[in-house]
């Protein structure tokens, strides 16, 4: 394992793209939130939820990153050179899944931490944000884990579809589409329905501080969601990889 | 055949002999019509009458069409032919229901919300929706004269005590006000096309719902609208014309009927002598999103389209650098800039192919399965359920072209494609289901290639009615067309830099 390890390390290291990513990890994630927390004017509803706003873009990136670390090996073909060198492909994968969660727990939590940042100086009661309170813990600390899932999910769906441009495509549907439909049904048992379902709605739960005895999930249960969608995914993937021709 | 359109016929045939592409458009297409009919067919409402439940009466329906609320208190009489009412109208008063303090205890406090009306006014008939024109005085945005629900012009004096007037000569109706009963000023006039002889004319008074909005743990908005009523007194009523003397008569027009078969939140007058105090609730106002579903709330599968039409168009140029097509389609026409131009088009009128079929199958067909499951669906015009289904293709077509030149620009699928879907799907996503104040969520979808969706509002915007005129309500800070203008200028631009980027690279 440790040489699967190596191997991906030398080839994520090596591409020019990965630390442009998870630097835009970072940016897109703190500076969307800092724009949020800027434009609000009151103070919110769930303080800790708006300070934690740019999740919803940074995720995106995390995304791209995620695709690229497989789809891009297809791309070029480097997939066969992989799969000689290595032959055990759920090692392969394993390895992959394991630098990046590595890796967006890392970018993950200094994205974190620059939106809190920025929510205790621009938000409206944002003052109160202090990481040793239970639930604003929480919510920090999930939106991380939410990241890293979002990443492992990514990484899943791009072994299945290989392509990259329709990896993408199924990843940000599953994400957004999803998140959009729950709002946009009007039956009020649907709605519910789809929050639950909705990898985005249901994760983004453990973001939540007030009102939690209306949301159809509790934070820890929402990221469960996610987090059985991103196993799903990576188990799809994975089977997927080792039966079929490169 | 001239050099452009073999070149759009090449890309056309490199398009359809790709299986996957073809089966994804039509994949989009028949998502898009089957989550809208789908939705459509899972929508049913019904009214409850005393202990049965019975189909909801249609909303009323202004002269001009438009959904309208008609619910107000009208003291009347007849009028034949020309004619004037004036009246004085000496104070205005209110209540207003504010959320309850304590649970259970209702909490009324006195006060007028902005836009209670009291004032004269002549109308056909006594039907809800019936064509009318008012003088009257508003809580807070001054005298104003008002005709058939949509026209609204200000006059001078701020608040009651005002005096009022009202002269109908044939279809035309002139408003007037005045401080002292002597010199007159105009307000404005109205022209009531078709407006018969015989009208009533009298005193009203209405008062529209207090909206309070909070936001829910969803994520979206609640809006609760609370009872409000409002009584003005008038004094020094005269009227003129033929029928002048008939009896008054009073109406409390769009009452709402309780479930006991009893008028809800009655309005009411009282005459003493020749001073009439008349109490009002309710409005007269065309509907927005409240008055019933939207024709644009089908097309919710567009957004499925929208993502297969990124993937589909990105696809259409990186898979050529992929397998390296690329050098031999460029070998084969050396003037790069033409040949993406031929692909914009390909992808372009594939795409609103997709959409017009789609949406034009959604949008008719999900209108008449909610009408026929009971639902208030507000009236549009034909030529406005035009312009959503080719304004929503050429949305997909737009947004096909700029994703498009995000892959040559770019190169990179999984780039492209999530910079497309980014930029286009991501500010709707802020700007009508986040966290993010109104404001900054207009101006989301005045800059960015969301703008686009403003093509699909059917609602409009009018002043004189308080709304809660947000996007996720469907209200676009941009015009139909500026909004899409907004979203081509993006996939031109868009388009412009990959031609030079493509010139002055190597493929």
Known sequence: ?246 | MSGFGRLVRAEWTKFRTVRGWVLGLVAAAALTAGLGLQTAAGSHSSCGAGTVEVACPSAPVGPGGEAVTDAFSFVHQRLDGDGAITARVASVTGRIRKPDVRPGVTNLVSGVVPWAKAGVMVKDGTKEGAAYAAVMVTGAHGVRMQHNFTGDTGGTTASAPAWLRLVRSGDKLIGYESADGRTWAEVGTATLAGLPDSVRIGLFVASPGDLTFSQDALGGVVSAQRFTEATAVFEEISVLGAAAGDAWRYDDIGVTMGPDGKPHHPGGHVRRGDTFTVTGVGDIAPVGDEGGMRIEQTLTGLFTALIVVVVVAVMFITAEYRRGLIRTTLTASPRRGRVLAAKAVVAGAVTFVTGLVAAGITVPLGRRILEANGNRVLPVSTLTEMRVVAGSAALLALTAVLALALGALLRRGVVAVTVAVAVTVLPYFLATVSVLPLEPARWLLRLTPSAGFAIQQTLVEYPQVAAHYTPVLGYYPLPPWGGLAVSAAYAALALGLAVVKLRGRDA
């Open chain 1, 1 to 246: 394992m440790s040489r699967h390890l190596r191997a991906e390390w030398t080839k994520l290291r090596t591409t020019p793209g990965t630390g442009w990513l998870l630097l835009a990890v970072v940016v897109l994630t703190a500076g969307v939130s800092a724009a949020v927390a800027a434009a609000v004017t009151n103070q919110p509803f769930d303080v800790p939820r708006t300070a934690l706003a740019g999740v919803v873009a940074g995720q995106a990136v995390v995304a791209v990153l995620a695709v690229l670390m497989i789809s891009g090996e297809y791309g070029t073909g480097m997939i066969r050179t992989t799969l000689t060198a290595m032959p055990r492909r759920g090692g392969v994968l394993a390895a992959k899944a394991a630098l990046l969660t590595g890796l967006t727990l890392a970018a993950g939590t200094v994205a974190v931490l620059g939106s809190v940042a920025a929510g205790r100086l621009l938000l409206p009661g944002g003052q109160a944000l202090s990481l040793t309170g239970g639930p604003v813990l929480r919510a920090a600390a999930g939106s991380v884990l939410y990241l890293v899932l979002v990443g492992l999910l990514s990484l899943g769906v791009a072994a299945a579809v290989r392509d990259q441009a329709a990896a993408a495509g199924v990843v940000l549907g599953l994400l957004y589409l999803l998140a959009l439909m729950t709002f946009l049904i009007q039956d009020a048992d649907w709605q519910r329905f789809f929050y639950r379902l909705s990898p985005m709605n249901a994760g983004l739960t453990v973001q939540a501080t007030a009102g939690l005895q209306a949301l159809p999930l509790s934070p820890w249960a929402g990221l469960g969601v996610l987090a059985a969608w991103a196993a799903a995914a990576l188990t799809a993937g994975g089977l997927l990889l080792k039966h079929r021709d490169a």
